[in-house]
């Protein structure tokens, strides 16, 4: 066991750091990076004969359990924007007990590392039932759900063995990103933001590589959080995703309470419990919601919150004056690529809060890898 795990401690350790690699496997092939007669591209060869009924959906419904929920909510924005289709979320579970409509004319995406999640798979067969296109994105060829749905992509990182989900929530995104641009390449208005993105995607390992340098700070955060009883994480627009995963990495692993908020709805509640005790993580990396971000924080910081602010590099001066809060600075990519960036620190932060409060990293009390039965 300790070969399979190299030079670290954890599975959950080892599948962090190995990110950069993760992503440039889950990449191969797929990128084609154009000259002066042909435009750079995305080939997706397992979606490859289904883009135009994808294109012509009335919706797309991405349906999935846990981080792989989460990561399909990191992808949306970029599917909208590239797919002019509306995007909606389902929670397997939640689509179950409601018998949630599912329609002929719409493309159902059932994202799941495992392939094999009990309330997954029923979605996938509930949507077939219905008659919807069903794709499939899994970590795991010849899994329930690869076989189960009219076509897909693997995400191709590598076998997962920590409970908690980390190499396979970035390859996710990676994977959603990539199938947004296959769909969106008919469009000529896009194309110039399309070859941005397949650029980012180029260099994201580096990225990632860079990110995950924050380590010993984010040990030293840990031990600063370590006797808590509970930590907010605010984030928005295509990083609100980012909150509730890393939200739910520290709940999983470090049993601590942990809440990812919509910064849009701190006014509805959520700003009642700030005080100068409770640590409240803010996703504030440069996007079009920063200046919104920006407010956020002013009003936290009226109200004596004690804040960490994670921002792009170089700049913390413009999330508050110098002292007033802890920085976390992240590298910056192309905005829609950025949840793959910014989850990277709190998955160490949720690493190095396990270890710190003594709990079993890879195989968290009361959880499983693969939820088989409902
Ligand atoms: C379990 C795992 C999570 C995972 C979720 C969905 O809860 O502990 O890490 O995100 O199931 O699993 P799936 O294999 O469908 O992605």
Do not use: W
């Amino acid at each position: 066991e300790q070969i399979k795990k190299g030079n670290y401690e954890h599975y959950m350790q080892k599948e962090i750091h190995e990110q950069p690699e993760s992503l440039r496997t889950t990449m191969r092939g797929r990128l084609i990076c154009g000259d002066s007669s042909k435009a750079k591209s995305v080939l997706l060869g397992g979606l490859k004969d289904h883009l135009r009924t994808i294109r012509r959906s009335r919706r797309i419904v991405f349906i999935g359990c846990g981080t792989s929920y989460n990561a399909a909510l990191a992808a949306r924005p970029f599917l909208e924007e590239l797919s002019g289709v509306p995007v909606t979320m389902e929670l397997a579970s939640d689509l179950l007990d409601r018998q949630g409509p599912i329609y002929r004319e719409d493309t159902a995406v059932f994202v799941s590392q495992s392939g094999e999640t009990a309330d997954t798979l029923l979605a996938l067969q509930y949507a077939t039932e219905n008659g919807a296109l069903c794709v499939g994105i899994t970590n795991t060829v010849g899994s329930a759900i690869a076989r189960n749905t009219h076509c897909g992509v693997h995400i191709n990182a590598g076998c997962e063995i920590g409970v908690a989900s980390t190499k396979a929530y970035t390859s996710q995104i990676a994977v959603m990103a990539m199938m947004a641009l296959a769909i969106g390449d008919d469009t000529t208005s896009s194309q110039a933001r399309r070859e941005a993105v397949i650029d980012g995607l180029f260099d994201l390992p580096n990225k990632v590589r860079e990110a995950l340098k924050l380590d010993n700070e984010m040990k030293d955060l840990a031990k600063l959080l370590m006797d808590e009883q509970s930590l907010l994480m605010f984030g928005r627009g295509y990083n609100y995703a980012t909150a509730l995963e890393g939200a739910l990495k520290v709940k999983e692993v470090a049993l601590m309470h942990s809440e990812g908020i919509l910064a849009g709805e701190m006014k509805h509640g959520p700003l009642a419990l700030v005080d100068e005790t409770l640590p409240i993580i803010v996703i504030a990396t440069h996007d079009t919601c920063f200046s919104k971000q920006q407010s956020v924080i002013q009003q936290l910081h009226a109200r004596k919150g004690r804040l960490i602010v994670m921002c792009s590099k170089g700049a913390a001066q413009l999330v508050g004056p110098s002292g007033s809060c802890r920085v976390i600075e992240v590298p910056q990519v192309e905005d829609c690529l950025q949840p793959v960036i910014n989850i990277v620190p709190l998955q160490l932060l949720a690493y190095h809060l396990t270890v710190l409060r003594g709990y079993n990293v890879d195989q968290p009390r009361n959880l499983a890898k693969s939820v088989t039965t409902q």
